[in-house]
């Protein structure tokens, strides 16, 4: 029995390899006209053209929503490891499928000085959408901007998130102080 459905099985798939790689002819015909067909063309024509086609798949990357979004309203996220509002502000982003700049300006002098150019002042998380800047994490006001930008609510279907921040190394042991003794 089992030997009956594997010999089905590679009939099948033999079978249709023809539907996965398909040709297609293109020429004119002896009134001018352009003639599409899966058939080869009549002998009498010289200039025929052969297409070949593997197929058809769908394209997956950036939605049009979020593309035209991106180009209107570019968001940019100024944050450091400043900790629980920081990490909030990031993952509402990426869960949301923004694209978005992130600069720190810890380490980076230029984003220090755009962010004080910007808010007067040096903390952080800030978002800019487009000209619009929301000092703080506060979720409702950063879904806000987002929605009224035309940003989706949640990212595609089978997006791979950015990889996650390094974590904060442990703190290094004293080796010079003595270990506990158990009493």
Same mark, same amino acid.
């Given at each position: 029995?089992?030997?009956?459905? &594997? #010999?089905?099985?590679?009939?099948?798939?033999?079978?249709?390899?023809?539907? %996965? /790689? @398909?040709?297609?002819?293109?020429?004119?015909?002896?009134?001018? $006209?352009?003639?599409? *067909?899966?058939?080869?063309?009549?002998? *009498? &024509?010289? /200039?025929?053209?052969?297409?070949?086609?593997?197929?058809?798949? &769908?394209?997956?990357?950036?939605?049009?929503? %979020? +593309?035209?979004? +991106?180009?209107?309203?570019?968001?940019?996220?100024?944050?450091?490891?400043?900790? %629980?509002?920081?990490?909030?502000? +990031?993952?509402?982003?990426?869960? $949301?499928?923004?694209?978005? *700049?992130?600069?720190?300006?810890?380490?980076?002098?230029?984003?220090?000085?755009? #962010?004080?150019? #910007? =808010?007067? $002042?040096?903390?952080?998380?800030?978002? =800019?959408?487009?000209?619009?800047?929301?000092?703080?994490?506060?979720?409702?006001?950063?879904?806000?901007?987002?929605? +009224?930008?035309?940003?989706?609510?949640?990212?595609?279907?089978?997006?791979?998130?950015?990889?996650?921040?390094?974590? %904060?190394?442990?703190? @290094?042991?004293?080796?010079? *102080?003595?270990?506990?003794?158990?009493?």
């Amino acid at each position: 029995m089992k030997l009956g459905h &594997i #010999l089905i099985s590679v009939w099948l798939v033999a079978a249709s390899t023809h539907l %996965a /790689a @398909a040709q297609l002819y293109q020429w004119k015909d002896a009134q001018g $006209r352009m003639v599409y *067909s899966d058939q080869p063309p009549p002998t *009498s &024509i010289k /200039a025929a053209q052969q297409k070949s086609f593997k197929g058809n798949y &769908i394209e997956v990357g950036e939605t049009y929503a %979020a +593309r035209t979004a +991106r180009e209107k309203y570019p968001v940019t996220l100024y944050a450091s490891d400043c900790g %629980a509002p920081c990490n909030q502000a +990031r993952q509402l982003l990426v869960d $949301r499928g923004v694209p978005f *700049s992130s600069k720190d300006p810890q380490t980076s002098p230029e984003a220090q000085a755009e #962010l004080h150019k #910007l =808010t007067g $002042r040096l903390s952080v998380p800030v978002l =800019t959408v487009g000209s619009e800047k929301i000092d703080g994490y506060e979720t409702s006001q950063w879904q806000a901007a987002l929605d +009224r930008a035309g940003y989706p609510k949640s990212a595609p279907p089978g997006s791979k998130p950015p990889p996650a921040a390094n974590p %904060a190394p442990p703190p @290094a042991v004293n080796p010079a *102080s003595p270990p506990a003794e158990d009493q």
